[in-house]
């Protein structure tokens, strides 16, 4: 009997606009418009000086260790892409979507300057606080997209997560779930090709990450990450297919330009030609390269553009700032929906004494103060 | 317990006390090996591994995917088929993806294989606050893992005791959980360049007196020996006890301690319910209940989450000033 093939794939790569800013336009029908462009450059831009002046704040240390998004800001358009209603489900490197989602800026600053009231969301966004252990809210976006679908609400889960976190199995459940659960969920891939120091090659041996979603029976594609109209026309598409039932992982190919965060020098295991090389295809250069080639943008432009940005950026550092400092009490406020009154205790008294450890204390219901805090 | 420590001027860092102890026994053993993240080339995300690799070579210094659960269960195996895996976590919290692997299956081989095989691995990692990292960044396992039967663990809180209960950690036959603190890593103490190694289950004695027990591991016990000092100022003298272990626990040198002084207090870094304290003061109660002059006394850290900011962490954490007021408790002095 002949031996058969039992599956066969392909995997789709797509490049709208190139390195040089020129642009295809048959696949670029029907994505984004000059005036969306227009703002996605200015938004990128912010972006980038953001996470300059991050960076500079950590070194002052007026902020705690931070990841910076740098190079990887073309996933903005997703959330162009998105409808208002859409849950973004982030890690930490794709904050130029999250801001465009209607997350204020200063939010992603608190955080990382050291209070969880940064991961506040405000009302009527749907979107969940970053995620630090690797892997897991890939989980929950699964669960996001099939609780919309179970309440017949139309929603879509976008998630965000990088090469490296496909190694963890959380990832895979993850994509297994949405696939059987018909859930719809889209799944962003970042590939920086790197994971702090470790290359993409010693993180799997797949020539794609995008084909992993193939045995969850996902839709899967490949696109260039630095080309906006790559990602929209792809988060565009697997929106439809994810309201059938379909979900996607896009693989994005990116590069992280900067440091892995603000404790990681990268200059220690990258080479200086993979960066130069990757420089020159960031996302910013492109989008202006395109806009000039229309007559769209101007060194003039530009100029003004960068006072406004400053402006914009030196705001959001003074609303992560400007806000009273969090007290010590506050940190019994948040743990359950009522505070129980042994926790109570341990506020007013700044003890663990609540349980039982205090002497004259002889009931949780009646305990004597302690004197030192009667 | 002991209070015998190797004389020695030479001055290292708690990480190279680290590296030194698993080098040594690589060097002695061809079966050992260091697998984790970011541990060959980047020379361990901390640095404790640094030259291991130009050393070692890739076969036995082995960088990782991102996958907790994955080299977790790879080492055991490994264990298993006849080597001696080092597993590094980058953070004990992140041990917890890879929960079933060290709790389920690592401590219990040797029972459910009915003796025949059992697991000699180690797990090791930065445990606790290292310092605004976040919640979920910052876990203690201590009181969650110690629960758990089948496993020594040992909490070095000195140079020192590092290089030698590392040692003993790799030479032993049954799983380690071997917790250091990144807040410790570049401390420097004395550590002589002799061979020597810890036993497990010996508390070390750090100061003497007679007023009150303070029993520690861990980070913590530098904080006891801040607050000795304070007390001593006010002629209050304390045993300090630094357990090393928590399992094995000396229990004898804890219970010979509160027979001396009739006071006790613990200081343990992770959360009081059901906690390395809390089992202390339990055993104490049951050896020694009729020698206490006052019920024992736990400093723990508060019962949240690990606070980001600064300030609330700090105020989270056991410390100085929370250790003098709970020994002066006990002594009816607050
Ligand atoms: C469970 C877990 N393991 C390890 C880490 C430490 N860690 C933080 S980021 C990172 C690398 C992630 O790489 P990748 O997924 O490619 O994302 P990138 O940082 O490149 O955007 C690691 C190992 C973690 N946060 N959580
Ligand atoms: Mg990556």
């Known amino acids: 009997m002949p031996i058969k093939v039992a599956y066969q794939a392909t995997i789709e790569y797509m490049q709208i606009l190139d390195e040089q800013g020129v642009l295809d336009a048959d696949l670029a029908r029907d994505t984004l418009t000059d005036d969306q462009v227009v703002m996605l450059y200015e938004h990128m831009s912010m972006c980038r000086r953001l996470d300059e002046i991050a960076f500079k704040l950590q070194r002052s240390g007026r902020l705690g260790t931070y990841p910076q998004n740098m190079g990887q800001e073309a996933i903005a358009s997703v959330a162009l892409a998105a409808r208002k209603q859409d849950w973004m489900v982030p890690c930490y490197r794709e904050n130029a979507a999250l801001f465009l989602h209607g997350l204020p800026p200063e939010k992603i600053l608190q955080h990382w300057m050291g209070d969880e009231r940064g991961n506040q969301i405000p009302d009527g966004l749907n979107m969940l606080p970053m995620s630090i252990p690797i892997g897991t809210h890939m989980l929950h976006a699964a669960g996001i997209g099939w609780a919309a679908k179970l309440r017949g609400i139309d929603q879509v889960a976008f998630t965000f997560f990088g090469d490296g976190s496909t190694s963890e199995g959380d990832f895979h459940e993850a994509c297994n779930f949405a696939g059987v659960m018909e859930a719809p969920v889209v799944f962003f891939c970042q590939n920086n090709g790197w994971a702090i120091s470790t290359p993409r090659k010693k993180q799997t041996r797949a020539e794609t990450f995008a084909q992993k979603g193939l045995a969850y029976g996902l839709k899967v594609r490949q696109v260039d990450g630095n080309d906006i109209f790559a990602i929209y026309k792809a988060a565009q598409e697997a929106i439809v297919d994810a309201k059938a039932g379909k979900p996607t992982l896009i693989e994005t190919l990116t590069y992280r330009l900067g440091d892995h965060t603000t404790a990681d020098d990268a200059r220690r295991y990258r080479d200086s030609d993979e960066l130069d090389a990757a420089k020159k295809k960031d996302p910013l250069i492109r989008v202006r390269k395109y806009l000039e080639s229309k007559d769209l943008w101007s060194a003039d432009l530009e100029d003004a553009m960068v006072e406004r940005n400053k402006v914009k950026v030196d705001d959001i550092v003074a609303r992560a700032t400007n806000i009273e400092a969090p007290k010590t009490s506050d940190i019994f406020d948040a743990m359950f929906a009522t505070t129980p009154p042994e926790l109570a205790r341990q506020r007013d008294t700044m003890h663990t004494h609540s349980l039982g450890q205090f002497p004259q204390q002889e009931t949780l219901s009646n305990p004597t103060p302690h004197p030192a805090h009667a | ?334």
């Open chain 2, 1 to 334: 317990m002991t209070t015998a420590m190797i004389e020695t001027t030479r001055q290292i860092q708690y990480r190279e006390a680290l590296r030194e102890a698993m080098s040594e026994e690589m060097r002695a053993d061809k079966r050992v090996f260091l697998l984790g993240e970011e541990v060959a080339e980047y020379n361990g995300a901390y640095k404790i591994s640094q030259g291991m690799l130009d050393e070692f070579g890739p076969k036995r210094i082995i960088d990782s995917p991102i996958s907790e659960n994955g080299f977790a269960g790879l080492g055991i195996a490994a264990a298993m088929h006849g080597l001696r895996p080092i597993i590094e976590f980058m953070s004990w919290s992140f041990s917890l993806v890879a929960a079933d692997q060290i709790l389920n299956n690592a401590p219990k081989m040797l029972y459910m294989s009915g003796g025949q095989w059992g697991c000699p691995i180690v797990f090791r990692g930065n445990d606790g606050a290292g310092g605004q990292l976040a919640s979920t960044h910052s876990w203690c396992v201590e009181g969650l893992f110690a629960n758990v039967p089948g496993m020594h663990m040992a909490i070095p809180s000195c140079p020192y005791d590092a290089k030698g209960l590392l040692k003993t950690a790799i030479r032993c036959n049954d799983p380690v959980f071997f917790l250091e603190s990144e807040r410790m890593l570049g401390d420097k103490g004395p550590v002589p360049e002799e061979e020597y190694t810890i036993p497990f289950g010996e508390a070390i004695l750090r100061a003497e007196g007679d007023d009150c027990t303070l029993v520690s591991f861990g980070r913590p016990v530098n904080f006891c020996i801040e607050a000795m000092v304070e007390l001593a100022k006010e002629e209050i003298s304390c045993d300090v006890l630094d357990m090393r272990t928590i399992r094995p626990l000396d229990i004898d040198s804890i219970v010979r301690s509160v027979k001396k002084t009739g006071r006790l207090v613990v200081v343990d870094q992770s959360w009081p319910f059901a906690s390395p304290a809390t089992e202390v003061i339990t055993q104490v109660c049951e050896r020694a209940f009729d020698y206490l002059d006052h019920q024992p006394v736990r400093v723990n850290s508060d019962d949240v989450p690990t606070p980001y900011a600064k300030e609330l962490e700090q105020a989270y954490l056991p410390h100085k000033g929370k250790i003098i007021e709970a020994v002066k408790s006990t002594l009816g002095l607050v």
